[in-house]
């Protein structure tokens, strides 16, 4: 909760508590309540009213809340988190009972159900004071604006949400539903829920935590091989698969002790088996390529290898 928020908040907080004042002591807003309902709008402009009894569907709980949750669902979703649709619930169940309780609490009559000229018609059994429809239109068109993630989507959808609050609100005036001063009270209700949605973060973070554990358990129920690391390759066909250790480790055709092993060989840091060292032989004490001996003929002035040179000549005796 930044200090301009806090601000917004407690001066909106003192705007409601003025006007619920002012209705209580019948103050000249009554007044003008009673004024604008002799005017009867509704009868000025009657060519508007079909649209209107659309229009103000935009208000009502029902629907808008359907129409938002469908697309914040999506959102989740694609997020693969639930805070979008916590984050409507929230403020769907703060608005019912903020403005529920003042309703009830307040009991006032329409226009349409008045009884004396003049009188604020409280206490009387009615529900209408503040006016759910727009605080409703305030609430769930301005979580779309709260739940932006870029500055420019906040302001457009701030906006949006204003203007359709505020049409929804002077709508219900015209239709006589509601008096001028429960339309500035279902303003300011509704934006008190949004200002004070970051104080109930916390809360909504804590249940979201919860529900994505939930679900991960039975997801994992259902599907216990999902988490599984991907499967060691096929062998091609004509080839033995190749042997994996018990940690899921491939092991090498070289690595697998063969006759090597049993004669002492020992292995390299690489795996490679290692044979011992053995005496080098030359060509002419190697066995005969053929069991009837070398394939060279033999030569008479030709003299082992292995005979020792002579110093001075370079060649052997008799050379």
Not at 101 to 115: E, N, S, V, W
Not at 180 to 189: C, N
């Amino acid at each position: 909760m930044t200090p301009t928020r806090q601000w917004l908040f407690w001066g909106t907080l003192a705007v409601y508590l003025v006007i619920v004042a002012g209705v209580l002591a019948s103050t000249w807003l009554v007044t003008f309540d009673w004024q604008v309902m002799f005017f009867r709008p509704y009868k000025q402009w009657p060519s508007i009213h079909a649209f209107l009894d659309y229009f103000v569907v935009l208000g009502q709980r029902g629907p808008t809340a359907v129409a938002v949750a469908a697309w914040l669902g999506w959102r989740c979703w694609r997020q693969r988190n639930l805070h979008p649709l916590l984050v409507l619930g929230a403020s769907l169940l703060l608005l019912n009972m903020t403005v529920g309780a003042a309703k009830i609490g307040m009991g006032r009559l329409g226009p349409h159900y008045a009884t004396a000229v003049g009188s604020n018609e409280m206490w009387l059994g009615g529900d209408i004071f503040p006016s759910g429809h727009t605080a409703n239109a305030v609430v769930t068109w301005g979580v779309l604006a709260y739940l932006a993630t870029t500055s420019l989507r906040r302001r457009t959808l701030s906006v949006i949400a204003a203007l359709g609050a505020l049409g929804v609100g002077m709508t219900t005036v015209y239709l006589g539903t509601h008096w001028v001063s429960d339309v500035l009270l279902g303003w300011a209700a509704g934006l008190l829920v949004l200002l004070a949605l970051p104080w109930i973060e916390p809360g909504i973070i804590w249940v979201e935590d919860r529900l994505m554990g939930i679900i991960l358990r039975l997801w994992l129920r259902l599907r216990p091989d999902s988490l599984r690391g991907p499967l060691p390759a096929a062998a091609p066909a004509g080839l033995s698969p190749q042997p994996v250790t018990p940690d899921g480790e491939v092991v090498r055709h070289d690595a697998v002790p063969g006759p090597s092993a049993r004669s002492g060989a020992t292995r390299a840091p690489d795996g490679r088996p290692h044979h011992p060292a053995r005496p080098y032989a030359s060509r002419a004490e190697r066995a005969p390529v053929t069991p009837a001996g070398s394939r060279r003929p033999p030569h008479a002035d030709r003299l082992p290898r292995t005979t020792p040179l002579s110093p001075a000549t370079g060649r052997g005796p008799g050379g």
